[in-house]
């Protein structure tokens, strides 16, 4: 009798094992998501939060920072996984490159009402710029430059080809590479002494908050509605097969221009990231029901009650 007893709990045992890896959401090869950054405040952010609900359905999210050519060539080489900052129109040309090797899917729109043009001070606009056909009559005021972001970049380079075409009168002026920071730095600097200056803008961020004026006539670069533009999530080629669950969470994670500009916001006063992230949700936890709908964590438990008990909330 006790050997029969002993065997059923045996039996139960394996039963119960096996109920459980059949319950796993995704292989072990999922935990780890390889994620780029090319250094933007704005997918700093949304990588962030991103990272936050993984980490609470037991994945782990390495995020690295690349530039934006070299984070592209890492999804078509499968070096990553997961890219949640495809800028369309101004990324059209990495598009068209996976697209024609089939290396890169989408999948979601994860958010619409941004924006991506030339930018200048509103004291420079009250002056009478606001087109980019206003720049030519104004090149010494602006020492014919034009500040930029990161070298590579796919709006720099719309930048330079407008610099080259005849239409804008621009020969002879120089784009200048920087980087998010230093490009925001120049402009700062030049706003305390009301020097001109003319950069890459964009919302979401928090340089809407310096008193900005986006410029019009670079539909041909940066696309119509002052460079409206829609952000793509991105994984690389059979992903979604691999890892059904982590892909379900990103075919449902969106943002919204004010949550981003929050969470910008929050860096630029010093938070660390994962920490902005975590009291985001934490203060607005009805994002995560839509989020994680049929998401389980990755051993197959219900992920809602494991983000919710991650950030404490």
């Not at 700093?44 to 359905?57: C, D, F, I, K, Q």
């Not at 034009?146 to 009168?169: C, F, K, R, V, W």
């Not at 730095?185 to 803008?201: C, P």
Request: aromatic share 8%.
């Amino acid at each position: 009798m006790a050997r029969f007893a002993s065997a059923l709990l045996a039996a139960a045992a394996a039963s119960t094992l096996l109920v459980s890896a059949a319950l796993a959401a995704d292989p072990a090869s999922c935990k780890t998501v390889k994620m780029s950054d090319p250094g933007w405040s704005d997918i700093t952010s949304t990588n962030a939060l991103a990272s936050t609900v993984l980490e609470g359905l037991g994945y782990e999210a390495d995020v690295e920072t690349l530039a934006v050519p070299i984070g592209y060539q890492s999804l078509a080489n499968k070096q990553i996984d997961v890219f949640l900052g495809n800028w369309m129109p101004a990324q059209q040309k990495f598009r068209d490159e996976l697209d024609a090797k089939k290396s890169a899917d989408v999948l979601t729109k994860n958010l619409e009402g941004a924006k991506f043009t030339l930018a200048v001070p509103n004291y420079v606009a009250e002056a009478g710029v606001k087109d980019v056909k206003d720049l030519a009559a104004n090149a010494g005021k602006f020492k014919k430059e034009i500040y930029g972001i990161e070298p590579g970049a796919p709006a720099n380079l719309n930048i330079q080809s407008m610099i080259d075409a005849p239409d804008y009168g621009l020969k002879g002026w120089k784009l200048v590479d920087s980087s998010e920071q230093g490009m925001l730095s120049q402009v700062q600097k030049a706003g305390r002494s009301k020097d001109w200056i003319v950069f890459l803008g964009w919302a979401p961020h928090p340089m809407n908050n310096m008193g900005l004026t986006y410029l019009s006539g670079a539909d041909q670069f940066f696309g119509p509605n002052y460079g409206g533009a829609e952000v793509f999530t991105l994984a690389r080629a059979g992903y979604a097969g691999e890892c059904p669950n982590v892909a379900k969470l990103f075919e449902q994670v969106k943002f919204t221009v004010p949550m981003e500009n929050e969470m910008m916001a929050a860096l630029a006063d010093g938070t660390d990231a994962k920490k902005a992230a975590k009291d985001w949700l934490k203060a607005n936890p009805a994002v995560l029901e839509p989020w994680l709908a049929g998401v389980t964590t990755l051993d197959g438990q219900p992920g809602l009650e494991a983000v919710k008990s991650e950030i404490g909330g």
